[in-house]
């Protein structure tokens, strides 16, 4: 890719007020960006040639940090409340100006990108980051563009990277010192206070979801994807933790990508460029496709070390349970150049079920499939934060509502129409516990899970025997191949029947009480797959 240093190029940073940078390194290929930052003491070489990095206080997202510009464009369209909060207007054009006097004097790194693979609907983006390795996720993640597309005069959207510039609440509307701020009007992001870079394409990611549907009629997914030969489309929707992009990885199926798409008129479409995977227990026999994606040109986040210091020691969680690696999509062996294939035959929805409840797998209904996308279900473990000490519930509508600024039954609804349009089979996968709840019953292993989904999408489960759960009203088959009978089926795999019941109903009434805030949007159709205690 073109690569420019100080030169006449610099001067369009006029346009967002950052004509004052001490230097602008112009879309710089990988090789140099891991250079700049080996030289600047910001990274470590490993073992296998992929670098790692540190991002700071902050290793993961901060959803309550983000904000939305409330102004004419979002006033009436934007699902307002605790996920999107409103900024105003004045406050956003105070933190743009602070950012660019705070980057007076300073490099920055400058990407001309490209987020969704469909050209239509495509939007070309400027991402500027204080951070040479910020740039580098930039150009694992986010679609590169060939040499005459880049250093375009006006990209359609900007982003900003500040995370050295500190907020100030009263000043700038945000909660505290890091704040993600979208601005839909002037197409821009402003991210300051945290280095973490999910931060980045979760907020390309959420402009995609304002504009495909309100623009382009497009649905945005928070889903994998992938495509076996005969141009077979298997979705998986999760939430992080429960496979999605482990179960997308497989060596007999083409990837389409690993986390964010759309589903348009001619099919389904990759928004990234490239994959963002949790490293935490990485083992190179469970997941080859992933431990082989780190060489050069991948980005660790916060990983541990060997006591060689440039050996990656996966299991360590010692700076965070959510260590990471990016890469260009194109370190997957096979993967899609295209980035797009047709319609979905099958989408699955992926929990894990730390009650131990729900059927490792079920094909869901019309309204079941709605009902269970708004609710976006998976569970909290103990041990995995402080103070949880059993399981716990935690639902995120559409399987992903820190990144949805409209109403989650605007989504539900294209999805279902979408279902019913093309005849897409939806099924409901437990990855989480069977044999009883957390503690006390296993975790589904892989291998049965891969074999259910391998079962599911050849219709080996279509015509078998199959049993209706009394409670959530599932349809679970009651048989498939490579995996043992005992455990299609939760309650025979427990020891105990009114343990099973008691957290089954549990589980149910969280369901219910979840699904309240959505009634007054609902469907009738949403409402009836709803559970039932017994």
């Not at 705070?102 to 609907?121: C, I, N, P, Q, Y």
């Not at 079941?368 to 995120?396: I, R």
Request: hydrophobic share 40%; with cysteine; aromatic share 8%.
């Amino acid at each position: 890719m073109k690569h420019v240093g100080n030169t006449p190029f610099d001067a369009s940073l006029e346009a967002v007020n950052l004509e004052g940078v001490g230097r602008a390194h112009w879309n710089l290929p990988p090789a140099k960006l891991i250079l700049q930052t080996l030289l600047r003491g910001e990274g470590i070489l490993t073992d296998s040639g992929a670098i790692a990095i540190s991002t700071g206080d902050f290793t993961g997202r901060s959803p309550k940090d983000r904000f939305i510009v409330q102004d004419d464009t979002t006033r009436k369209m934007v699902d307002w409340g605790t996920i999107n909060q409103p900024m105003g207007s004045d406050q956003f054009d105070l933190l743009h100006l602070d950012i660019a006097h705070h980057l007076k004097g300073k490099s920055v790194f400058v990407r001309d990108a490209a987020v969704g693979a469909d050209e239509t609907t495509q939007i070309k983006t400027r991402v500027i980051t204080e951070k040479a390795w910020a740039n580098l996720f930039v150009h694992n993640m986010f679609i590169r563009m060939q040499d005459q597309d880049v250093l375009v005069p006006n990209p359609e959207w900007t982003v900003i990277c500040a995370p050295s510039f500190l907020a100030d609440p009263n000043r700038h509307g945000c909660r505290q010192s890091n704040v993600t701020a979208v601005d839909f009007s002037r197409k821009m992001i402003l991210i300051a206070g945290s280095a973490y870079t999910g931060e980045i394409k979760k907020g390309m990611f959420s402009v995609m979801n304002f504009v495909l549907p309100t623009v382009h009629d497009v649905l945005p997914m928070h889903c994998s994807s992938n495509v076996d030969a005969d141009g077979n489309v298997a979705v998986f929707f999760g939430l992080s933790g429960t496979g999605k992009t482990t179960l997308s990885s497989d060596e007999n199926r083409v990837l389409i990508g690993d986390d964010e798409h759309g589903w348009g008129e001619q099919g389904v479409f990759n928004m990234e460029g490239g994959c963002y995977a949790k490293t935490i227990d990485l083992d190179a026999n469970r997941e080859p496709q992933i431990h082989q994606a780190i060489r050069f040109g991948a980005m660790l986040e916060n990983i541990g070390f060997e006591p060689d210091g440039v050996t990656p020691n996966y299991a360590d969680a010692t700076i965070t349970q959510n260590t990471r690696v990016s890469y260009p999509i194109h370190h997957i062996p096979g993967a899609s150049k295209e980035g797009k294939a047709g319609h979905p035959k099958d989408i699955f929805f992926l929990t894990c079920d730390a009650f131990g409840v729900i059927p490792p797998i079920s094909r869901l209904d019309a309204s079941q499939a709605m009902y269970h996308f708004l609710s976006g279900y998976t569970a909290k473990v103990a041990g995995t934060e402080v103070g949880v000490t059993e399981p716990q519930a935690t639902f995120s509508a559409c399987f992903g509502a820190p990144f949805m600024p409209l109403r989650p039954t605007d989504y539900a609804e294209m999805l279902g129409s979408r279902m019913l349009k093309h005849g897409v089979r939806i099924w409901l996968v437990n990855t989480g516990w069977t044999g009883g709840g957390y503690g006390v019953g296993s975790r589904m292993k892989l291998a049965h899970t891969r074999s259910m989904i391998q079962a599911a999408m050849n219709g080996s489960l279509d015509h078998g025997p199959s049993y209706k759960d009394p409670i959530f009203g599932l349809n679970s088959p009651m048989e498939c191949p490579g995996v043992p009978d005992e455990l299609m089926l939760p309650k025979l795999a427990w020891q105990d029947d009114m343990a099973y019941e008691a957290a089954a109903n549990k589980l149910a009434d969280l369901f219910v009480s979840n699904f309240e805030q959505f009634e007054h949007a609902a469907t009738p159709a949403m409402m009836e797959g709803s559970p039932a205690r017994v």
